[in-house]
């Protein structure tokens, strides 16, 4: 597997359910970051990890929980769902400069086409 | 708060022509601009990144130029091909720690066989 990878790449649940959303780079980056991409709308940056610490939560709700268990990994948990929530989510990974917030080149995997019923 | 306009929203044109997108972004304290194409359905494939201190990049038919003090960046592409037809995003990153990158809506371009 080469560059960055995501599963599954369909996924429909209704609003109890509880499913988790993985990404895999294999480009030897320090930073990885969750994207939201509905219809008409800008892609919209959720999550930020550098160094598998959180650098940047824009204000999304609860019931999305990322998690970075290392430099490669990156998982987004959710659970009680709602249907505005149907998007495409996209994982993307960089080299960042260290606790500086600046990154190069961003490479994106093929997202994830997520429907909530 | 920077923010990042892609005008048009939609292109068509004939196969074989030269055309130019267009990127404006606000706030000229910019660590990179990023473009980016969009197949339905699928992630992003990187195209060109340009630092703050560059003025222009190139791969194959493909041109971004960068005018921080103008706010504009430019994506030229030479002899088009069907297979160009996608969407094209650029993506600006600020030169502090707190600023967020940001995204414009991006531009549909279909090239007519």
């Known amino acids: 597997e080469t560059g960055v990878t995501q599963t599954p790449r369909h996924l429909v649940m209704g609003m109890t359910n509880k499913k988790s959303l993985k990404c895999e780079q294999h480009?030897?980056?320090?930073?990885m970051y969750w994207y939201k991409q509905s219809a008409k709308k800008p892609l919209e940056l959720m999550f930020v990890y550098s160094l598998e610490e959180r650098v940047e939560n824009n204000s999304v709700p609860s019931r999305f929980s990322p998690e970075c268990p290392n430099s490669s990994h990156l998982f987004l948990h959710l659970h009680t769902l709602q249907p505005e929530d149907s998007a495409l989510y996209l994982c993307a990974s960089s080299q960042d400069l260290p606790r500086t917030g600046l990154h190069n080149e961003q490479f994106f995997g093929p997202g994830t086409r997520l429907t909530v019923l | 708060k920077q923010e990042v306009t892609q005008i048009p929203a939609a292109l068509s044109v004939p196969e074989g022509e030269n055309l130019v997108l267009n990127c404006s972004f606000t706030?000229?304290?910019?660590?990179?601009l990023q473009w980016f194409r969009q197949d339905p359905g699928k992630g992003l494939t990187s195209l060109l990144l340009?630092?703050?201190?560059?003025r222009e990049q190139t791969s194959g038919r493909l041109n971004a130029s960068l005018d921080k003090s103008s706010g504009r960046s430019t994506l030229y592409i030479a002899a088009s091909q069907p297979g160009d037809s996608a969407t094209y995003l650029c993506a600006v990153k600020g030169y502090s720690s707190a600023s967020k990158i940001i995204f414009g809506s991006g531009t549909r371009l279909s090239i007519r066989p």
């Open positions: 480009l030897g980056h320090n930073a």
């Open positions: 706030d000229s304290a910019i660590y990179n």
């Open positions: 340009i630092q703050s201190s560059q």
